[in-house]
């Protein structure tokens, strides 16, 4: 049996839908904590609460039905993109908890043994123990990780902190959900697979490493949103506009192809329908495909960095050199918190 036929939300990203706990949060509150450093209330990618002045303790969690069949890779896949939220956050992971959702009566328990392999694999090239773990039975296969980090507190990297005058990084090229839903209907080539499993399945921490190297304004990953609904949500609240070129964003091989044949993930109309109004010229600078694509939701996606421009050129030569697939896709200037296409 296949795995991914569990799944309503494969190839949907890491989120059920853009606004879902926004709306269940929405006039709720609780009292000040004077440590606590990030929190629901600015769409951050994990909470963080300062331990003294040179800790601070990173807090997340992701999971999600199986967007591939093997279970080995899902559970790779699965612990890369929970990893992802501290080093989003400028931190290291520290340690992991599994969370699990299993159908004990339909699935052998193999298939969580392997399941957990590959997340011990993707842990084990954080440098993160698994510590423990939930689980339940569900009618629905799900799995993820809740990761602790630690990283100063006066280095950690907000997703909507920017100034102007950065250069705005990627480090991983998009079209996974795209992908994912190609080979669902048996239509993916083997080359468009397995860069998209590979993508999926690499580390943030590399790229990551060398951000901390250098001045980081603001930075979140691209996973359920798409690209343009998490440049949205780094835009949100400043004064400053990102402007993205479009022709420089960076594809998973077959992408334009599946795009073009009409298998788009449910999650790309989610996406556009919750932030395509904070999109400037959209309709000049690209076609409803490549809005598509920009607002394809991702799973395990890469860092979206924003960096001094004096220093973008650089780290992308760093980035480059180290084999991470990074591209230079925009810049930010003055604005009202709007993403410009060009």
């Known amino acids: 049996m296949k795995l991914t036929s569990f799944s309503r939300f494969a190839g949907c990203g890491a989120k059920l839908g853009p606004g879902l706990l926004d709306k269940a949060l929405c006039g709720l509150s609780q009292r000040a904590y004077p440590d606590l450093l990030a929190d629901f209330h600015h769409s ?35 612990a890369a993109n929970a990893l992802s939220d501290v080093y989003a956050m400028g931190g290291k992971p520290c340690t992991a908890v599994s969370v699990v959702g299993f159908p004990v009566g339909s699935l052998d328990i193999d298939i969580l043994q392997k399941m957990m392999e590959g997340g011990l694999s993707s842990l084990a090239e954080a440098d993160c123990p698994l510590v423990g773990g939930h689980s339940i039975d569900d009618k629905e296969l799900k799995f993820g990780f809740a990761v602790t980090g630690i990283v100063r507190p006066d280095r950690v990297w907000l997703n909507n902190s920017l100034v102007g005058a950065e250069g705005i990084i990627l480090t991983k090229p998009i079209g996974t959900g795209l992908i994912t839903t190609a080979s669902r209907g048996g239509l993916a080539s083997e080359k468009a697979f397995q860069a998209a499993c590979a993508s999926m399945g690499t580390l943030n921490r590399k790229a990551c490493e060398i951000l901390q190297r250098h001045e980081v304004h603001a930075c979140t990953d691209v996973t359920g949103f798409g690209l343009l609904g998490h440049a949205c949500e780094m835009a949100a609240d400043t004064k400053c506009n990102i402007r993205i070129k479009v022709q420089s964003v960076p594809l998973l091989p077959a992408v334009s192809d599946y795009v073009a044949m009409g298998l788009v993930p449910e999650g790309t109309y989610r996406n556009k329908d919750f932030r395509l ?19 394809d939701p991702q799973t395990s996606g890469g860092l979206l960095a924003a960096i001094p421009i004096g220093e973008a050129e650089g780290v992308l030569s760093e980035m480059l050199s180290a084999g991470i697939p990074a591209a230079l896709i925009g810049t930010t200037a003055a604005g009202t918190g709007m993403i410009e296409l060009v």
């Open 44 to 78: 951050e990618d994990a909470g963080v609460l300062r331990l003294n002045d040179e800790q601070a303790l990173i807090h997340t969690i992701d999971f999600f039905p199986p967007i591939v069949d093997d279970p080995f890779l899902y559970g790779r896949i699965a």
């Open 277 to 295: 109004r904070f999109v400037l010229n959209a309709e000049e600078a690209c076609s409803e495909d490549e809005l598509n694509i920009l607002f």
